[in-house]
């Protein structure tokens, strides 16, 4: 398996431009979470989606932000309109609950946003 | 609410010599999932080991092992023969058994192998 992919690796935008941002799950995980790392508050949790449906979003900063899980092979974390403060690096990450590997999450290589 | 706590926001280590991070954690549940996960400046993150709280035996992986009190609450990762390598930022996660597979990390060490 080609792990979590996310798309884009990179994104540079304007304030209150919408970004998209894209996570395909390792195939057959069950749990899909968004992260967000800065330096100031570290590594945060913004939702999780168990078998496609929302979970929990109470991480979610602000009505700007919304994710979608349309099937199991693909997840996005929208923000509209972005701001400054939304620069930072997003993580998705995916598990499969149960053995073998014990819930652990793989986590994909990360979307650097930066909002000029 | 459970809480994970690294109270070493930085470390440095020469080479080849041993080092041990400190992680705590705050719960009221008997059953759960300890984790460390690496994240080098390639910024992917990368777990290192995990524990799992019934099991009263450290697990380890080859230079990385834990000493798991589960008592005091505390997961420490012990990083013997280090590499330059293993400079990185790592993370302690808790994950309670019956959940939603939600992870609650620490803040994180940064960890610096000196050569």
């Known amino acids: 398996d080609a792990g979590v992919i996310q798309s884009p690796r990179h994104e540079v935008t304007e304030m209150g431009q919408e970004v998209t941002l894209r996570c395909k799950p390792i195939?057959?995980?069950?749990?899909l979470f968004w992260y967000r790392q800065t330096m100031m508050r570290g590594l945060e949790l913004l939702i999780y989606f168990n078998n496609n449906v929302p979970i929990d979003d109470s991480g979610m900063p602000e009505d700007r932000f919304s994710a979608k899980m349309p099937n199991a092979s693909f997840s996005t974390l929208k923000i509209q309109p972005s701001e400054p403060r939304d620069s930072a690096v997003y993580f998705c990450a995916s598990s499969l609950r149960g053995r073998p590997f014990h819930n652990e999450q793989f986590f994909g290589p990360g979307t650097r946003l930066t909002v000029l | 609410a459970q809480t994970v706590t690294q109270s070493q926001p930085e470390m440095s280590v020469q080479e080849a010599e041993t080092v041990t991070l400190s992680c705590t954690y705050d719960?009221?549940?008997?059953?759960?999932?300890l984790f460390w996960y690496k994240q080098p400046p390639s910024r992917q993150m990368i777990l290192v080991i995990r524990q799992e709280a019934y099991k009263q035996q450290n697990a380890t992986e080859n230079r990385f092992s834990v000493n798991f009190q589960k008592a005091a609450k505390s997961f420490s990762l012990k990083i013997s023969d280090s590499q330059l390598g293993d400079t990185a930022m790592y993370f302690c996660a808790f994950m309670k058994h019956d959940s939603g597979n939600q992870f609650y990390f620490g803040t994180g060490t940064s960890l610096t192998v000196i050569p």
């Open positions: 719960t009221s549940e008997s059953n759960y999932y």
């Open positions: 195939s057959g995980h069950d749990y």
